[in-house]
């Protein structure tokens, strides 16, 4: 007899399992400081480089200083990442810093498997030296690979001069943002000031914690600290103007409109479904996040696939009922399956809600009570 004498027990699993969407927004960052190579670090917070920067010596001028100060002032409590590199200069005293940026970025990449690091970065930012079509190029490959955001400093001079230095561009990636802000009596780089405003608003921002904070768009929000622009941008609701202009080809602006307020949630992809920012970024966290939760069934018997669309079922159904998706629908595609092979593939259709970018109204005069007028008249 063959037996397993005694009392026996497995254990197995017939559940759906939660699809967990990462929240946090860590802001990765290649700035200059100092003469020599700087280090590779990770800050748990913008005060902690700030605090960093002053026992090296910073001063509020310095741009390091001014790009922690300006994320710290939106309030922010998340990872940054920070490749400090020299300021430099060739035989005959030009400056070479860019060379040391690019560089920067290049160790940047290396964020998430470096064993000091371990972060991938959600947003990337050079300040100032972003407004450089080579620099801005490469931070897009970069967030490219990291399903990121570049986001882009556009010091132009005039409108023309932004429209040209943005045609270069045309990148789901990427989210440029006009001139330099006027920060406690110093001139800013806008980007920083715009990925700590992302960064706050993801995490639920003025309203407290939002685990879909992330789906939303930063657009007409206040960005705290600024007391201005660095040149004035013309502004008005209801007609043609410079910053409406700048959004149209995918500029943002920090405009004066109760309050200091963010103007642009777009990118510069030739396909309009992904001009909207927050459309790339919740599509690709919702995809990262379904990956992650189904990494148990490789390999595994086939017949689990019930409980992977049940785990994608549940998941968008909870988005769909918190107002963060519009409705869904998963299906097996047989064309896209071969069952002897083992390979199986889930179509997820869905669609996110879109934030409100136009908001007409038409105020029209009409006649249809003056009689009603006359008959009070005649009535008293």
């Not at 080579?134 to 409108?159: H, P, Q, Y």
């Not at 802000?181 to 960064?199: C, D, M, Q, R």
Request: charged share 25%.
């Amino acid at each position: 007899m063959d037996l397993n004498f005694g009392i026996n027990g497995s254990i197995s699993v017939e559940a759906a399992r939660p699809v967990l969407v990462d929240s946090s927004t860590p802001i990765g960052v290649v700035v200059p400081f100092g003469d020599s190579d700087g280090e590779f670090k990770v800050f748990n917070s913008a005060d902690d480089m700030k605090t960093y920067l002053e026992e090296k010596g910073a001063t509020p001028d310095d741009l390091a200083y001014k790009t922690a100060n300006a994320i710290s002032l939106q309030g922010v409590r998340g990872k940054i990442v920070v490749k400090f590199v020299a300021y430099t200069k060739d035989a005959d005293g030009n400056d070479t810093t860019k060379q040391s940026v690019l560089d920067g970025l290049d160790v940047l990449k290396t964020a998430p498997q470096d064993e000091n690091i371990l972060t991938r970065p959600d947003l990337i930012i050079c300040p100032e030296y972003s407004y450089d079509a080579d620099v801005a190029a490469k931070m897009d490959s970069i967030a490219s690979l990291f399903r990121a955001t570049a986001i882009v400093d556009v010091n132009a001079s005039d409108e023309a001069s932004a429209n040209a230095f943005a045609n270069n561009f045309g990148s789901r990636y990427m989210l440029l943002y006009n001139g330099r802000s006027k920060v406690e009596g110093k001139l800013y780089p806008t980007s920083a000031l715009i990925a700590g405003l992302i960064a706050y608003w993801d995490a639920g921002g003025d309203n407290g914690f939002d685990e879909f904070g992330y789906a939303r768009s930063h657009s007409n929000r206040i960005v705290k600290g600024v007391s201005g622009s660095e040149r004035i941008i013309e502004y008005f609701d209801g007609v043609d103007c410079e910053a409406r202009r700048l959004r149209q080809n995918g500029i943002g602006s920090i405009v004066q409109d109760v309050g200091w307020r963010s103007y642009g949630f777009e990118t510069r992809d030739i396909d309009p479904i992904w001009q909207s920012l927050e459309r790339v970024r919740v599509f690709h966290r919702w995809l990262d996040a379904i990956i992650k939760a189904n990494k148990w069934a490789r390999d595994r018997s086939a017949d689990q696939l019930v409980w992977v669309k049940k785990t994608c079922a549940d998941f968008f159904r909870k988005l769909t009922g918190a107002g963060i998706a519009l409705g869904y629908e998963i299906y097996l595609d047989p064309n896209l399956t071969d069952v002897t092979a083992g390979k199986f593939t889930f179509v997820l259709k869905t669609a996110n809600m879109p934030a409100i970018r136009e908001l007409n109204f038409e105020l029209v005069f009409s006649d249809d009570w003056n009689n009603a007028f006359v008959n009070w008249i005649n009535s008293l």
